[in-house]
């Protein structure tokens, strides 16, 4: 059963930081491209950034590139997104993505809100 499961969304002020986590389980985790997408409020989704199997690769939109960075730690099943110096166009619902050649997974989302 596949599971992935985002969290660490909340309400911040501009400027602020937040760190988003994504656990995932039910497939080999090590073995497949992570990546996160957003969708705001009346909008598509979109890509944010993503990370290869082992770390060694990363590529950002160049809307966040700068001040978000995804990184993965394969021994504990997680995906993370440090986001920094965050703006009000960053809020969405911020998602989850496993790809491999063949599968893709989405986990449900979790909300981000910058806001003064």
């Known amino acids: 059963q596949v599971q992935l499961v985002e969290s660490g969304g909340g309400l911040v002020q501009p400027g602020g930081s937040l760190r988003l986590s994504c656990a995932a389980s039910?497939?080999?985790?090590?073995?497949?491209?992570m990546s996160w997408y957003r969708q705001g409020p009346g909008k598509e989704r979109e890509f944010v950034a993503s990370i290869t199997r082992t770390g060694s690769i990363t590529n950002y939109a160049d809307s966040v590139k700068g001040r978000f960075t995804i990184s993965r730690v394969n021994a504990k099943n997680t995906v993370y997104l440090q986001m920094n110096s965050l703006k009000p166009e960053d809020t969405a619902v911020y998602y989850c993505?496993?790809?491999?050649?063949?599968?893709?997974?989405w986990g449900q989302g979790t909300q981000v809100t910058v806001s003064s």
């Open positions: 039910g497939f080999t985790f090590s073995t497949y491209v």
């Open positions: 993505k496993g790809q491999n050649g063949v599968n893709s997974y």
